[in-house]
């Protein structure tokens, strides 16, 4: 147990744990505006680099840099990322190569609690601390289920052990069962699968 945790594979965990350095960077995940304008003000405020991983469109977020006042070399844009999992996954390594160990995450109250239980895996396993920061969501928000909260923390942890997203791996699986089965033959519904019947 001690060598798991001293030198073993949880060793960056016991890291990132343990850290107790000030912030370094502020990660903002993209999905609503609300959580740019508060990350772009954190970063005026605290004096600390942005990265905005999927967020609005790139034209409206230059615009709210450059009205907050803040250098554009401070702020980095990035569009990799599909989902949550993605959000992390793109960013860990250039982070941990910068020696980041420190990360305000920002991101609505609502997707708080699923996107530290990913990041705490993906991020952990780096060894870069994260804490939460919550914008309101008043009445907008939206309940995440348990279900999806599991499944994107074991996509996290299958990620942290092969370097996949399972999603991704089980999505090619897919469509190559439907190329060589003959892809109708195997749905007795197959409409329901095309983007432009819905």
């Given at each position: ?26 990660l903002v995940l993209g999905g609503d505006v609300d959580r740019e304008h508060l990350g772009i003000r954190l970063a005026r405020d605290l004096n600390l680099p942005l ?148």
């Amino acid at each position: 147990m001690f060598w798991l945790i001293a030198a073993g594979p949880l060793r960056p965990y016991r890291q990132a744990l343990t850290n107790g350095k000030p912030p370094q960077l502020i990660l903002v995940l993209g999905g609503d505006v609300d959580r740019e304008h508060l990350g772009i003000r954190l970063a005026r405020d605290l004096n600390l680099p942005l990265v905005v991983s999927g967020g609005s469109n790139l034209e409206y977020a230059q615009w709210l840099v450059r009205e907050v006042g803040i250098p554009p070399s401070q702020v980095q844009l990035d569009y990799r990322a599909k989902d949550t999992l993605g959000n992390f996954t793109s960013l860990v390594d250039e982070l941990r190569l910068k020696g980041i160990q420190h990360v305000l995450l920002v991101t609505s109250e609502d997707h708080l609690p699923r996107s530290m239980a990913v990041g705490h895996v993906v991020a952990g396993s780096r060894g870069i601390r994260l804490t939460g920061i919550s914008v309101s969501c008043a009445n907008q928000c939206r309940e995440e289920g348990l279900r999806k909260r599991i499944s994107d923390w074991v996509r996290a942890w299958a990620w942290v052990a092969t370097g996949r997203d399972l999603k991704d791996w089980a999505q090619r699986r897919w469509s190559e069962a439907l190329s060589a089965g003959g892809g109708d033959a195997l749905l007795p519904n197959s409409k329901a699968l095309d983007p432009a019947a819905h």
